[in-house]
């Protein structure tokens, strides 16, 4: 990272670029001082989501000391992060606003070698709209072309391989004939014999700059596998005319990469995506206002778990489409397809999308009866082990560990625990480690502290800061955050401590029961697995072969033969 101090005129500004670690923050720290207290300082972080708990507490500082700052952030996340502590912050966008997309008017999918499974694929995938497909896969001309009958059985579009001057009709899917270039113009098709483009006939590129000068932004043209150049010029058109290109993946295309990579060396394209990814903006985009529900959800939730690593596609489908016509909104896009574009090819945007999918509720010592129970009786009971291993999952911000933490050095066994704390967003685990929390939730967090059996000593780890509570270094030292995937990843040690808590209200039931097997497998023979009130989880618990510590608690031991 680098921190830069300019100066224009009477304003001074400092420009931070790059994610900043702690020796960023001194860096800070030094600017800061350069700039002097005699006037405003802007501070601007161009590339952070986040900052160090040593650069919040620097700023917090300042700006409490009477330094006069304004600070400014780039990216939505950081700015989030600073505002719920309650500094003020300024976000600017950090790319320029840009007009709803076109409605879609013709799609084009088009490849050469390796191509044929990708394009049954997508035209599977797509809903029955109004707009008009054009297929092209390069084959031989003495082969025959059995394409438009592979179609026919895998989507409702009407499918034809067209005649010279055919009219153009929309919901139908048209299959350019071997041997012939496919044009459109003036609402009609037509094939010629024209030389080859590229070696090829039919040529992509004749079909798609036919279609940027036929429809325009309305086009999305999609270039698959293959090899040669045949496209790139093609592409060029589309873009030129303001339509979108999607190219694929090389890395999918078993060696036949020549042709979507010289699209992409050249520039020519809008977006690189996998297989997945593009039969759901594909569909999407077709399907045009419709809303992110059904198979058009499916479709991103399994491009998300391919494209992106992270997999939603067993929560649970009403809270799932309930949250993203609410983020759909608040990420400004007008439709489902140009918000799938986005989040599937920015990174940041997509960070901000699985941290906010999940609706976060939480405190220090939420459910205080249960961690009474905790206190009291099932942490004395561990309190027999050498080494006490405890695994906080889907813990958010970090209050549940934390309060954990406190529980265990009031009863004196923090020195000989290895405490846990996993969530599947990096965004939410950075706001964590960072141990510092917004004032507003002091008076609940006093409550529930007492309401848990502690003492009187509650403001002793949540210490007040400039305008927000900070967890004390020691205890914040302690817990081990760490990403990990309740939904796709397995067993990583053995605890006598595990909670969960009003997280798998979010999966379907399938889900549900494959974590807590998970769970009984992470889990010591004498342990103990803790989960919300709210899951609602308690015969699956019981069918899975968990025993009730206490009747109505929620925490679990484990039985004699757990079930698989």
């Excluded at 009747?551 to 031991?557: L, P, Q």
Aim: glycine residues 10%; negative net charge.
């Amino acid at each position: 990272m680098s921190v830069t101090l300019h100066s224009r005129g009477a304003q001074r500004g400092i420009a931070v670029l790059g994610r900043v670690d702690g020796a960023g923050a001194q860096e800070l720290a030094q600017a800061l001082d350069e700039a002097g207290t005699a006037g405003l300082v802007e501070v601007s972080f161009y590339d952070a989501d986040t900052l160090p708990r040593d650069a919040v507490e620097l700023l917090a500082g300042r700006l409490a000391a009477g330094q006069a700052l304004r600070i400014v952030a780039y990216h939505a996340l950081l700015a989030h992060s600073l505002m719920r502590l309650g500094l003020p912050v300024r976000q600017v966008a950090n790319r320029p606003a840009q007009a709803a997309p076109a409605p879609c008017r013709a799609l084009a999918l088009a490849g050469s070698a390796q191509s044929l499974d990708k394009i049954l694929h997508i035209v599977a995938a797509l809903p029955l709209s109004d707009v008009a497909v054009f297929v092209l896969q390069h084959v031989e001309e003495t082969q025959v072309n059995l394409l438009d009958q592979l179609l026919k059985v895998r989507t409702c579009y009407e499918v034809v391989m067209p005649q010279h001057m055919a009219p153009v009709r929309a919901g139908t899917l048209y299959v350019a004939p071997p041997g012939f270039h496919m044009k459109v113009a003036h609402g009609l098709v037509y094939l010629t014999c024209d030389r080859k483009v590229q070696f090829s006939r039919p040529s992509i590129d004749a079909l798609l700059d036919s279609l940027a000068g036929e429809y325009g932004a309305g086009t999305l043209a999609v270039l698959l596998c293959g090899y040669g150049c045949d496209g790139v010029a093609g592409c060029a058109a589309v873009r030129a005319a303001g339509g979108t290109v999607i190219v694929e993946e090389g890395s999918e295309c078993e060696g036949a990469r020549a042709m979507p990579d010289a699209a992409r060396d050249a520039g020519h394209y809008d977006y690189v995506m996998n297989l997945r990814a593009i039969a759901s903006v594909a569909a999407a985009s077709v399907a045009g206002d419709a809303a992110a529900q059904g198979p058009l959800l499916e479709l991103f939730l399994d491009a998300v778990a391919h494209q992106c690593g992270y997999d939603f596609r067993n929560y649970q489908r009403d809270s799932l489409q309930r949250r993203f016509a609410v983020l759909l909104r608040q990420f400004g896009f007008d439709g489902f397809g140009a918000f799938q574009r986005a989040v599937l090819s920015d990174a940041a945007l997509f960070e901000r999308l699985v941290s906010e999918l999940p609706v976060g509720v939480t405190s220090f010592f939420r459910h205080p009866e249960q961690l009474r129970l905790l206190r009291e009786e099932i942490l004395p009971y561990l309190a027999s082990f050498p080494m006490i291993k405890l695994w906080s999952a889907g813990c958010s911000t970090g209050e549940e560990a934390y309060s954990l933490a406190i529980m265990l050095e009031e009863l004196g066994l923090l020195e000989r625990s290895h405490l846990f704390a996993t969530d599947i967003s990096a965004y939410l685990l950075d706001l964590a480690k960072s141990g510092l929390f917004p004032q507003a939730g002091l008076e609940q967090n006093r409550r529930n502290y007492l309401a848990a059996g502690g003492g009187a000593a509650a403001d002793a780890y949540l210490v007040q800061g400039p305008g927000f509570l900070r967890v004390p270094e020691h205890l914040r030292l302690r817990v081990l955050f760490h990403r990990h995937s309740l939904t796709g990843e397995g067993v990583f040690n053995e605890f006598q401590l595990i909670l969960c808590r009003n997280v798998l209200i979010y999966f379907d039931a399938e889900l549900q029961r494959k974590v807590l097997q998970r769970f009984a497998r992470s889990l010591h023979v004498d342990g103990f697995l803790v989960l919300g009130p709210q899951d609602g989880l308690n015969m699956m618990a019981l069918e899975l072969g968990f025993v009730p510590f206490e009747a109505g608690s929620y925490i679990y031991r484990r039985g004699g033969a757990l079930h698989d």
